[in-house]
């Protein structure tokens, strides 16, 4: 064999090479910027009424005796269990900010579980469990942080598509102060079980059995990885 067949032959082995690793890489998702709004304009309400939850004016309490430590959440609570509120939230959010924001506010940091959170041991939820009565801590009762960021969803572009994520660049606004932001969205099914059970909250009525196949155009479809208050 020649050096210019061997050339050749080499060429060809890179050109098959190349046409393999291309074939063998996970395609990117597929998303226009109109369908991800749409998606957001689901997805960004109900992350709003969450944050309200956790960080906000919190859930609807009785009224107390004074001095009471515990204030047992009112009839018309929408989440009146610790599950109902953590399917909630893992509906909407992704598995780690899920987990975050539900081990801070319901279930506490006492172990070594706040090192990987980067949150002090000893930290009290907002919210327990107490005698099987779901309640606010009245220490906690008042807004912990300043809620109600709004964004401008009618021009939101998608930014970065990935195979399993993508990333949205849209314009916020808070207390009069401009801010670009960009969030990062994970498709359901790259989440845990529990994400992926309940993303019927997201797409049909709680009390709906109807199982949908879901598309990159349904709110159901993501999560959202960034914190949006």
């Not at 845990?192 to 709680?206: C, F, H, K, N």
Request: net charge negative; glycine share 6%.
């Amino acid at each position: 064999m020649n050096k210019f067949s061997v050339k050749i032959s080499l060429v060809l082995a890179v050109i098959l090479l190349l046409t393999s690793l291309f074939a063998c890489s996970p395609a990117v998702i597929e998303v226009t910027d109109e369908e991800i709004r749409g998606v957001l304009r689901e997805l960004l309400p109900m992350a709003e009424e969450l944050n309200e939850i956790y960080y906000g004016e919190g859930l609807p309490t009785r009224e107390g005796v004074e001095g009471a430590v515990y204030l047992e959440l009112s009839p018309d609570a929408k989440y009146k269990t610790p599950e109902q509120l953590k399917a909630a939230t893992f509906a909407v959010f992704s598995d780690d900010l899920a987990s975050q924001m539900y081990t801070v506010g319901v279930q506490g940091i006492y172990d070594d579980e706040g090192e990987k959170l980067g949150i002090d041991r000893g930290l009290d939820s907002r919210y327990t469990n107490m005698l099987g009565v779901f309640c606010m801590r009245a220490s906690k009762k008042d807004p912990i942080y300043d809620i109600g960021r709004n964004y401008d969803i009618d021009n939101a572009t998608v930014t970065h598509r990935g195979s399993k994520y993508i990333e949205v660049t849209i314009m916020s606004e808070k207390d009069g102060e401009q801010l670009e932001i960009t969030l990062t969205l994970l498709p359901a099914e790259t989440q845990t079980l529990l994400s992926s059970q309940e993303t019927d909250i997201v797409t049909a009525p709680s009390d709906s059995e109807e199982k949908v196949a879901l598309t990159v155009a349904d709110a159901g479809y993501w999560r959202i990885d960034t914190p949006t208050y």
